[in-house]
């Protein structure tokens, strides 16, 4: 079994302590970190809290039934003004569409309105006649936090408890709160950074509540700024996504997410060039904390990739270039599609369909 094989969830094991949310529907939360690839080795993983106890044959079996979701996938990214849904089948995306939201019903990442927002997936699913099992959600980036975490000897015994401790340390976060993965940047080299990402599980069940009251079954729920990595088709990349509520900006390093920031945007600011001019900001600040992070610049040949409904043209793409100096590059995903489909403003979408089995 390949490394990339063992590192099958972020969310794997907690699927248990979901179904007192919703009993009907077996969610499995799988692959939380697909962009992670065969090169890296999982040295450890901690949940305080989480039903791991249960033993591995409960993982197994849904490694399992996921292996045997073949053919047609169904996605579906929320955020607060627009649902968009997905048809993909054979590598082949089929159909999709977009619908308005009013910004009620999703904020800051969070399902604000579960019955609601319920009613309206449901209603959309039976108008286009979408299967209703094996489907692929994104959950927002905002309610996620991930850090670089140097070992203070490549023998440290207690591996787990001294990144949660400098996880809850660096990011304030309470443990017990979350779901905690991490893996080593480079075992190979032995170095003793291992990358570490905290979620929280607030957001995680309100997701998962939304679709059971849909009556809709999940098979996966992934973060935005993940299914985005997964998506670009580029091992090394700087990816900045714009929609009017909030921006994310990852570096893909080695197809590692090393850094990933998600931010909300001002509800009242609705012009596209204020929003531009922010994304730039933050493409420019996230260049330096990385720098600070790994203690040494990216290395300018990586290609900036743009993508969201408010990130398109070509005044915006040469802005950052001239910016940054850093190449322009664009999102090549290993799928077919129609020469009408709007790929950058799907391209979270097509990362869930593109989710490894």
């Given at each position: 079994m390949s490394p990339f094989a063992r590192w099958k969830s972020l969310f794997e094991r907690t699927?248990?302590?979901?179904?007192?949310?919703?009993?009907?529907?077996?969610?499995?939360?799988?692959?939380?970190?697909?962009?992670?690839?065969?090169?890296?080795?999982?040295?450890?993983e901690h949940q305080p809290g989480s039903p791991a106890s249960e033993g591995a044959s409960r993982v197994a079996q849904a490694v399992s039934l996921a292996r045997g979701t073949k053919g047609t996938r169904v996605t579906v990214d929320l955020s607060p003004d627009a649902i968009r849904l997905l048809e993909m089948s054979q590598q082949r995306v089929t159909r999709w569409w977009s619908f308005e939201l009013d910004g009620a019903f999703v904020r800051d990442g969070l399902v604000v309105q579960p019955a609601a927002l319920a009613g309206i997936l449901n209603q959309k699913f039976r108008q286009l006649q979408l299967p209703r099992h094996g489907i692929l959600a994104a959950l927002?980036?905002?309610?996620?936090?991930?850090?670089?975490?140097?070992?203070?000897?490549?023998?440290?015994?207690?591996?787990?408890?001294?990144?949660?401790?400098?996880?809850?340390?660096?990011?304030?976060?309470?443990?017990?709160?979350?779901?905690?993965?991490?893996v080593s940047l480079a075992p190979a080299r032995r170095e003793r950074d291992v990358f570490a990402c905290a979620v929280r599980r607030e957001p995680v069940q309100a997701l998962a509540e939304t679709f059971t009251e849909a009556n809709l079954e999940l098979r996966a729920i992934d973060l935005k700024p993940l299914a985005l990595a997964r998506a670009v088709g580029c091992r090394d990349a700087i990816i900045a996504h714009l929609e009017g509520f909030g921006l994310d900006i990852i570096i893909v390093q080695a197809d590692l997410p090393l850094l990933i920031r998600s931010l909300p945007l001002d509800r009242g600011v609705l012009d596209r060039e204020a929003l531009q001019d922010r994304l730039l900001r933050e493409v420019e600040r996230s260049l330096l904390m990385y720098a600070d992070l790994r203690e040494r610049p990216l290395d300018p040949s990586v290609?900036?990739?743009?993508?969201?409904?408010?990130?398109?043209?070509?005044?915006?793409?040469?802005?950052?270039?001239?910016?940054?100096?850093?190449?322009?590059?664009?999102?090549?995903?290993?799928?077919?599609?129609?020469?009408?489909?709007?790929?950058?403003?799907f391209l979270v979408n097509v990362g869930l369909a593109l989710k490894s089995s």
């Open positions: 699927s248990a302590s979901l179904r007192a949310h919703q009993p009907n529907v077996p969610v499995r939360l799988r692959q939380i970190l697909a962009p992670v690839r065969q090169r890296l080795q999982v040295v450890a927002s980036g905002v309610q996620a936090h991930s850090t670089i975490v140097d070992l203070p000897s490549a023998r440290y015994r207690d591996v787990g408890r001294y990144v949660e401790e400098e996880v809850e340390r660096r990011l304030g976060l309470a443990m017990e709160d979350c779901y905690l993965h991490w290609p900036l990739v743009l993508s969201g409904s408010l990130a398109s043209g070509i005044a915006l793409a040469e802005r950052l270039r001239a910016a940054i100096r850093h190449p322009l590059g664009r999102p090549e995903p290993p799928i077919e599609y129609p020469p009408e489909f709007p790929l950058t403003d």
